[in-house]
């Protein structure tokens, strides 16, 4: 291998990149203005108003919903892209139908 050979090797230039990457923070770490510790500084902040924090718990069921969703509509446009002209057009349409009664259980249930 020549020079420019092992540099590009993709461990070398990995560990190349992370020193550069060390050596950029280490540079903006020296130029950033020293943090003083004032009392409001980091204390939660809306408006003017102190507010106090409270624990907030996520659901992912709508997540879920839209991710099945689009799943369902991704594959459905897929498969419809994909079907060649001639007999089997039958089959698209009875999938794209399919697809629809899916859809709209999806939508009557939640």
């Known amino acids: ?3 420019i050979g092992i540099l590009l090797s993709p461990p070398i230039a990995f560990f190349v990149f992370l020193a550069a990457a060390f050596g950029l923070y280490g540079l903006g770490k020296g130029m950033a203005p020293k943090l003083t510790k004032a009392g409001g500084k980091l204390a939660t902040y809306a408006c ?3 507010i106090p924090g409270v624990k907030i718990q996520f659901g ?3 997540f879920f919903f839209i ?3 689009f799943t369902m509509m991704h594959v459905a446009v897929l498969v419809i892209a994909t079907v060649p002209s001639g007999k ?3 089959f698209a349409l009875f999938y794209l ?3 629809v ?3 709209s259980a999806l939508i009557t249930r939640s």
């Open 101 to 103: 009664l899916s859809v």
């Open 48 to 50: 003017g108003e102190n």
């Open 60 to 62: 992912y069921r709508l």
């Open 88 to 90: 089997i057009v039958f």
């Open 1 to 3: 291998m020549t020079g």
């Open 67 to 69: 991710a099945l969703f």
């Open 97 to 99: 139908f399919m697809i």
